[in-house]
């Protein structure tokens, strides 16, 4: 199974600031993808990030919100931008290691000041 | 509108007894139904996952059935140890990629 890795585990910013987070797979994966998860609430889908394209977002999020890169086979970034109280949450990023099977990062712990 | 459903009560159990957690569903029409396990801190780590045409798939202690009439997956761990203690998540797939939809889990504690 895909090892991930995610950058920073944990941070604490001040309001209207942006963070960016990375992903790292010791493995070349074709879809990753990134989640948010909210304190008590289950996991919701903000994007999805293919190499060489842009990445597809759900609904309610937006590319000005969380811009998304995917440089290569193994890495992606996600940025929190204009950050409020309300972004607080867990972001996680995932890849999809099969069509029935994803592996997830740790998971980085955001709170907003 | 669509909806999964997992009781959002703790469910506590003594050590050797078997849990058995819900997961239900409406509007969907998943071609297969996944449990994730998610430990505090920690992402979800995959667990099992059953077919729309499988009634029942077991890997060691865990056993998962899901009733596509009842749109429902029962998730169960036998002789359950402290060590099984965690948040279960179920999830199906939906749309024409890999989405995952979630439930918002359900936290097991097992008690010695």
Redesign the interface.
């Known amino acids: 199974s895909a090892v ?1 890795s995610q950058k920073p585990s944990r941070d604490i910013c001040q309001r209207g600031t942006s963070l960016t987070i990375q992903c790292q797979v010791d493995s070349q994966v074709t ?1 990753m ?1 990134w989640y948010r998860q909210q304190p ?6 903000i994007a ?1 990030a293919n190499q060489g394209s842009e990445a597809t977002y ?1 609904s309610g999020f937006v590319i000005d919100k969380f811009p998304i890169s995917r440089p290569n086979l193994t890495f992606s970034t996600l940025t929190v931008s204009n950050m409020s109280p309300e972004d607080s949450s867990i972001y ?1 990023c ?1 890849v ?1 290691e099969s ?9 980085t ?1 955001l709170l907003v000041l | 509108s669509q909806k ?1 459903e997992q009781n959002s009560e703790a469910l506590n159990i003594q050590e050797g007894k078997t849990a058995t957690l819900t997961c239900n569903y409406t509007n969907y029409s998943p071609a ?1 139904l ?1 449990w994730y396990r998610q430990d505090p ?6 667990l099992l ?1 059953i077919r729309e045409n499988e009634k029942e798939k077991r890997k060691e202690r865990l056993k998962v059935t899901f009733d596509t009439t009842l749109k429902q997956s029962l998730f169960h761990i036998t002789a359950s140890q402290p060590a099984d203690s965690a948040t279960y ?1 179920c ?1 199906l797939i939906s749309g024409g ?9 359900t936290r097991l504690a097992v008690h010695p």
């Open positions: 991930i879809m993808f008590g609430q289950s996991l919701t889908l999805t759900e996680l995932s999809e069509r029935e099977t994803q592996y997830f990062g740790p998971g712990r | 999964i297969y996944q801190g920690r992402g979800p780590v995959f996952l998540l999830a990629y890999n989405k995952l939809i979630f439930g918002a889990g």
